[in-house]
């Protein structure tokens, strides 16, 4: 019936899982968040999660022990060939010269009149090899870019953001549950990276800021995409194996074994306690 004077519609029910819009961009991880009765919105032409039912209570676990979130919707930009690191050196405001692999370093990328277009951390993998993420929001617009001062130098540069996925990892008690997997990644120092196989897929690890653990799969070497079933299940064991552990350690929740984030910072790298997606 009408509503009367002064009456407000009531809001819509909550509906977990899938979204309508087929529009949107999907993650690998699309089917875990579907199943975990994630509440996914759209953010930047991504279909992400918001949070698993209590954004509080998920706050709490990952303070209090540690918690998975899906980045994927982030840009990953592979950047090969001989002015790679020249090129990169151009647009980025901080040095990227003389960068030894497995560093990373985070940047800015400006406009010819000092405007920033975003934040970036560039990878070092070799002298002619580097990686690339940058926020959701300005990938496009940081190709556009690229393609406009690119100039004459020659190097490869491959967008590698729907083809793969990446994670992040963060909370007091990440390094002592991933060392149960690596010896080698609780010692890794604050801006470095690491390259790990596991099954037919390979990972580069890395650790930004204090306590995070960023990993994205690299099948730009390999013939396997992430959307493959095979791959995705492999991953998808791991990560339950993984959570079973965290939640026999810290008492964790069911609902809080993949915890989500959505935000909006500007400074994606440095503000990994949000609880929105990153742009």
């Known amino acids: 019936s009408p509503r009367g004077p002064g009456t407000e519609a009531a809001p819509a029910p909550y509906h977990a899982g899938m979204s309508t819009d087929t529009s949107l961009r999907q993650t690998p991880f699309q089917s875990f968040h579907a199943d975990q009765g994630a509440k996914l919105l759209d953010y930047t032409g991504w279909e992400m999660p918001l949070h698993y039912g209590s954004i509080i209570e998920e706050h709490k676990q990952v303070r209090r022990s540690g918690g998975v979130f899906d980045v994927s919707h982030m840009g990953r930009l592979r950047f090969s060939g001989r002015d790679a690191c020249r090129f990169l050196d151009l647009v980025c405001t901080r040095q990227i010269q003389g960068m030894q692999p497995g560093q990373i370093r985070y940047t800015l990328v400006c406009n010819e009149q000092g405007g920033c277009k975003d934040d970036v951390l560039v990878y070092c993998i070799d002298e002619s ?76 690890i890395s650790r930004t800021r204090e306590l995070t653990v960023e990993r994205w799969p690299d099948t730009c070497r390999r013939a396997i995409g992430w959307r493959s079933s095979r791959t995705s299940s492999a991953l998808r064991t791991t990560l339950e194996t993984w959570t079973s552990r965290s939640r026999a350690q810290a008492s964790v929740s069911p609902r809080s074994r993949w915890i989500s984030r959505s935000r909006v910072s500007a400074v994606a790298s440095s503000r990994r306690r949000s609880l929105r997606p990153t742009r």
């Open 129 to 204: 090899e580097y990686l690339c993420v940058c926020n959701a929001a300005n990938r496009e617009k940081l190709l556009e870019h690229f393609d406009e001062v690119k100039g004459d130098m020659v190097f490869k540069r491959k967008d590698e953001t729907e083809t793969t996925a990446m994670v992040a990892v963060q909370g007091p008690k990440v390094m002592e549950m991933l060392s149960a997997f690596s010896s080698e990644i609780p010692g890794l120092k604050r801006y470095r990276s690491t390259t790990k196989s596991l099954l037919m897929a390979k990972f580069i």
